[in-house]
């Protein structure tokens, strides 16, 4: 964090009465007079004097404010990150979580597996110092999980996971006990469908998160909870084949809005709610025809509209800004095309109150995007070692010193977590 910021010196002091001069010069045929003039002149020359002195230190202390200033801007705009693994294994990886989930107010690692191989996600428990320890084994075993949303889903005050699998295995809903261990409270959906990607979120207004499931080369739906984990599902019109979804006010109308990124060049769309879990208006965002699976949400320019950041292969990564009517427009290119990115989250990692662009790439090292502010430009800083396929990242602080730190779902390389540090100096 930057320094305190000093105070301007202050002035201080005193004019004495001047002692009487022993010129007393006297005018003839007039009463004796005495006259000051000489004194009168050194009070002035002494205000003169305080006057320059106190511009001088009002001028040092602006430019000492100044240099604080810089100095506290350049230690938040900065930032170093060290890379502690979290496996030895280079498994099909596919997605990270963060979130207590045994109640010890540490936040915990939920490290997703799958994709379109049957393996087991893994549950870390952190110690809030930036260590972890294996938790008990997810009772949904071995499947093709792509991520694991935590919500409390039936108001018990505990975090439980929404999995998000691939067909034929079925969608899972696992409770959480209070202390990390799970249990298979129901399912939603269809197996059949070939799930990409879950995104947990209240759109009905009744305080239950429901589900919106980006399935790809097929309809997306939402699935609406009715507190006893039983949930009713419908196909959004239009809804653009999928890997990537998100819930958010994107209308700022106060109700959940869902965000769907096309996968297999088509039209991303933006369904708007109203309120009641009916979506009856979709805006398109991003090229017409174009395949997306990194998009992130945020408000990147500071106006109090989220906007959407996002990736169409082999056009580069983009900013759409919301205009607050929900619309978007052409974009603002903040990476020319590179390596193929398979995923995005946005975080402030530097403290300015600006979320940052983080992008994972394939066989190429993953790039945290710092915003200046405006949400328009970006200084890139790599990461990690360019192995394997960055899937899905988390952000949140892991080791209790204030700034977020990153979890990295690596497929065909070890995951790892990315500690946030200010540089050595």
């Not at 935590?150 to 975090?159: E, V, Y």
């Not at 959407?308 to 619309?327: K, M, S, T, W």
Request: charged content about 20%.
């Amino acid at each position: 964090m930057g320094q305190a910021l000093s105070p301007a010196n202050k002035f201080s002091g005193s004019l004495r009465k001047p002692a009487k001069s022993s010129l007393r010069p006297q005018l003839p045929g007039s009463r004796r007079t005495v006259r000051y003039r000489p004194t009168v002149l050194n009070m002035q020359r002494a205000l003169l004097s305080c006057s320059l002195a106190l511009l001088t230190s009002l001028a040092v202390a602006l430019l000492m404010f100044h240099a604080n200033v810089l100095d506290a801007q350049a230690e938040t705009s900065l930032r170093s990150f060290e890379i502690v693994p979290l496996e030895t294994v280079s498994e099909t990886s596919s997605n990270a979580s963060i979130g207590d989930l045994n109640g010890d107010g540490h936040p915990d690692v939920v490290l997703v597996k799958g994709r379109h191989w049957q393996v087991t996600s893994l549950v870390f428990f952190g110690d809030g110092q930036g260590h972890f320890t294996p938790g008990p084994a997810l009772p949904s075993k071995a499947i093709k999980s792509y991520s694991a949303s935590l919500a409390d889903m039936t108001k018990r005050g505990r975090l439980d996971m929404v999995l998000s699998n691939d067909q034929p295995d079925p969608k899972l809903i696992l409770l959480n006990d209070g202390k990390g261990k799970f249990t298979i409270g129901g399912t939603y959906g269809d197996p059949k469908w070939s799930t990409r990607n879950a995104a947990v979120g209240d759109l009905n207004g009744d305080g239950y998160p429901d589900i919106a499931v980006a399935n790809r080369g097929m309809p997306s739906y939402v699935c609406l909870n009715d507190g006893q984990l039983r949930f009713a599902c419908r196909a959004l019109p239009d809804s653009p084949s999928a890997a990537t979804v998100a819930i958010a006010d994107i209308g700022g109308a106060g109700a959940n809005d869902v965000i769907y990124a096309c996968r297999d060049s088509c039209q991303s769309l933006v369904y708007f709610n109203d309120g009641k879990g009916n979506f009856t208006r979709e805006v398109p965002w991003g090229p017409r025809n174009s395949s997306i699976r990194a998009m992130a949400v945020a408000d990147f320019d500071g106006d109090g509209h989220l906007d959407i950041a996002a990736c169409p292969e082999n056009l580069g990564c983009f900013v759409y800004f919301n205009d607050g009517q929900g619309h978007f427009g052409s974009g603002t290119q903040f990476q020319k095309p590179q390596a193929l990115p398979y995923s995005m989250i946005a975080a402030d990692l530097n403290g300015d109150h600006r979320p940052d662009i983080l992008v994972g790439y394939v066989d190429a090292p993953g790039v945290v995007y710092f915003n200046d502010g405006t949400g328009k430009k970006y200084l890139p800083v790599p990461f990690g070692d360019g192995k394997g396929a960055i899937y899905g990242m988390a952000a949140g602080d892991l080791n209790g010193d204030g700034w977020p730190d990153v979890v990295v779902a690596r497929s065909g390389a070890p995951s790892f977590v990315m500690f946030n540090h200010s540089p050595k100096k």
